[in-house]
């Protein structure tokens, strides 16, 4: 069964970091192209960053270039979104995403505030 859980959220102040990790089971990230997404409350939810199958390429949203960095450990089955210098509008619901073929599979996400 394949399964994505997310951790690492939490309450950070303006400018602070966090490192946000999804572990996927089921299934060997190896192939496949990982995605982290966000929702904000009454926003619908964006694409904030993809990673290639070996790591090499990666792409962002334009607002968090610069301030995140998505990386993978295959050995470990695990996505992570290292976010540095927080604003307040990256305060969401973060969520790891795959495709699988014509299936795709979400976290239930973990929560980012960012407030003083």
């Known amino acids: 069964q394949v399964r994505l859980e997310e951790s690492g959220g939490g309450l950070v102040q303006p400018g602070g970091s966090l490192r946000l990790a999804c572990v996927a089971s089921?299934?060997?990230?190896?192939?496949?192209?990982m995605n982290w997404y966000r929702q904000a409350p009454g926003k619908k939810r964006e694409l904030v960053a993809t990673?290639?199958?070996?790591?090499?390429?990666?792409n962002y949203v334009y607002s968090v270039k610069g301030r995140f960095t998505i990386s993978r450990d295959n050995a470990k089955n695990t996505v992570y979104l290292q976010m540095n210098s927080l604003k307040p509008e990256d305060t969401a619901m973060y969520y790891c995403?795959?495709?699988?073929?014509?299936?795709?599979?979400w976290g239930r996400g973990t929560q980012v505030t960012v407030s003083s």
């Open positions: 995403n795959v495709q699988l073929g014509l299936v795709t599979y």
């Open positions: 089921g299934f060997t990230i190896y192939s496949y192209f």
């Open positions: 990673i290639g199958n070996n790591g090499a390429w990666t």
